[in-house]
């Protein structure tokens, strides 16, 4: 008898059972809203230092314009907060703000790059700070297996994972801020500090030198005038 009573529910609870697993197996939704650079990275954490640099150059404005208006992709290389500790001291605060904003978009390429398309990309690659030509913007990526290298012309970072994607924005963090040649190519390799003068101390003249012979002439020439002067002197007695 409760065979017969259960038997017409048994199809609904297997529906509903199954309905509840294949819910909670369903990830949740991205979050509303434009894609807005320094939320992913404030969200991501240990980004302090770039999230300022973006907002103080405009350039955060700048890249959630670009995403949300056009259908260009980006690729951002993110170097977290130990990365800009890690640079001379007073490094920034070296920088006009024009090269700030070069530097900012320096890690910046107009672009969207997968992991796997870093494999046959062709170097140098182009910034949104411009000409990648040597001596100005160059970028260049190499890979090793899975590592993704980046090389600048002053320093080499490394790929350290992914924090963001969704088919138009990638965010990569890199373990180091990437330094532009044009920049920093020539603080990054200082010449060497011109050694001290030792103090002045008259040279002896060498051997043989001019100095030496101009010496030797004129004792010549008074040995001459003193003996002149005895000729003389004795000639006038005899007379």
């Known amino acids: 008898m409760r065979k017969q009573l259960l038997s ?42 770039l999230i300022r640099l973006m907002k103080s150059t405009q350039e955060a404005d700048q ?20 990365a800009f500790t890690n640079l001379k001291a007073g490094t920034l605060n070296s ?79 890199v373990d180091q801020v990437l330094l532009p040649l044009d920049l920093f190519g020539t603080a990054a390799a200082p010449a060497p500090a011109p050694s001290k003068p030792d103090k002045d101390v008259p040279a002896k003249a060498p051997a043989g030198s001019k100095e030496d012979a101009s010496v030797d002439a004129s004792g010549a020439t008074i040995a001459t005038v003193s003996v002149s002067v005895v000729l003389i002197a004795a000639i006038s007695l005899k007379l």
């Open 95 to 173: 920088l006009s703000d024009q090269q700030k904003v070069q530097l900012v978009q320096f890690h910046i390429i107009p672009n969207f790059f997968s992991m796997s398309s870093f494999q046959t990309v062709s170097n140098p690659l182009r910034t949104q700070a411009g000409n990648s030509a040597d001596g100005e913007f160059p970028l260049n990526v190499t890979t090793s297996g899975n590592q993704v290298n980046i090389t600048t012309g002053v320093n080499t970072a490394t790929v350290a994972n992914t924090i963001f994607t969704d088919g138009q924005l990638v965010v990569y963090q």
């Open 8 to 49: 017409p529910f048994v199809p609904f609870l297997m529906f509903f059972l199954y309905g509840s697993t294949t819910v909670a197996q369903t990830p949740s939704p991205a979050p509303s809203g434009p894609t807005n650079i320094t939320a992913i990275l404030e969200k991501a954490g240990q980004f302090t230092t």
């Open 63 to 82: 890249i959630n314009t670009q995403l949300n208006n056009s259908n260009q992709g980006l690729t951002v290389f993110a170097p977290p907060d130990n």
